[in-house]
């Protein structure tokens, strides 16, 4: 009976990813440790900032593939249950003060997405210990390239393999419910770099969540995304000129600067809205226009759409 052939012979990756002597392969074979994983997954960071950075500008990857043995992957389910969790926690802390030292030293680190994304899977043709690595800009992005960058480690030379390869490879991987993890990119970090003693500070709490649609020729197709992080924050257009955490600039003409605050009330539970722009809708509803010294609060439900001069569409969510 003729072997089966595998996905790797079929896309021809085969000499790439795994090696012709199984047999030796499986006399050693040995899973995969907590700290292999982290160790790997901080390795994966710190060379996307090699590959991608640029000019004073720091570039890195926010969306993580991680690829593991089916093996390797069951026995970190049944054994070492919620630990992907913490290894993802622990990783992205580690992220924040390799970027902080960055700050520090003059360089500009700025996002290419709002988020962090952990998609930890399995293939049936990887053998026990073996890992590989898929990193992405945009998490979830829609955008389809031709090519992705893979980079391998077979666990029998422990040398990496980096090549292009189609999407549909992508195809081939078993994702898991539990190796999905997504986290929320935040600005401050500046604090966790001062060394590896240091104790890093509780995420900050994030009160809703608002994404804008705009008809910008230069943003069609994406949604602005802000976290609201402060109890109180401001929506400007785009001649804003404070960087603060609190306020949220839409790059856009047809936003006033400032154009609206929003409030989050600790009392009641609930979310205000102040209006200082030339006209704001809430849910088909026209906001009385107020001073910015005395703003006039009216109340705002979560999935609320906002319109801002009749042309941008701002949504608020819970977090």
Excluded at 204 to 222: H, S, W
Aim: hydrophobic content about 35%; proline content about 5%.
């Amino acid at each position: 009976m003729a072997e089966k052939s595998t996905f790797w012979k079929r896309t021809g990756l085969q000499d790439w990813f795994l090696p012709a002597d199984k047999q030796q392969s499986k006399s050693v074979a040995k899973g995969l440790t907590p700290d292999e994983v982290y160790k790997y997954i901080l390795e994966k960071f710190k060379e996307s900032i090699g590959q991608l950075s640029f000019a004073n500008r720091i570039v890195f990857y926010h969306e993580y593939i991680i690829c593991f043995n089916e093996e390797d992957y069951k026995e970190f389910l049944a054994h070492k249950q919620g630990l992907f969790g913490i290894i993802v926690q622990e990783s992205v802390t580690q992220f924040y003060q390799i970027l902080g030292e960055y700050r520090k030293t003059g360089k500009t680190v700025a996002p290419s997405g709002s988020k962090w994304v952990f998609r930890l899977v399995s293939h049936p043709d990887y053998e026990r210990g073996d890992k590989g690595f898929i990193g992405k800009l945009l998490p979830g992005s829609s955008l389809k390239d031709d090519n992705l960058r893979v980079t391998f480690i077979p666990r029998q030379t422990g040398i990496a393999e980096t090549l292009d390869v189609n999407q549909d490879i992508l195809n081939g991987f078993t994702y898991y419910s539990e190796g999905y993890y997504e986290l929320p990119y935040t600005n401050d970090f500046a604090a966790t770099a001062e060394g590896s003693n240091t104790v890093a500070a509780p995420p900050a709490k994030t009160y809703a969540r608002l994404e804008t649609i705009m008809p910008d020729q230069n943003f069609r197709g994406k949604k602005v995304e802000f976290l609201m992080k402060n109890e109180e924050i401001v929506v400007s257009g785009n001649e804003e000129t404070r960087k603060e955490p609190h306020v949220f600039s839409i790059p856009s003409d047809w936003v006033n600067t400032p154009h609206l605050s929003i409030r989050y009330n600790q009392a009641d539970s609930k979310f205000y809205l102040a209006s200082y722009g030339e006209k704001t809708i809430v849910n088909e509803a026209e906001v009385v226009r107020s001073e910015i010294h005395a703003p006039q609060w009216v109340e705002l439900p979560l999935n609320s759409r906002i319109l801002l001069n009749g042309i941008i569409g701002v949504n608020i969510f819970k977090a």
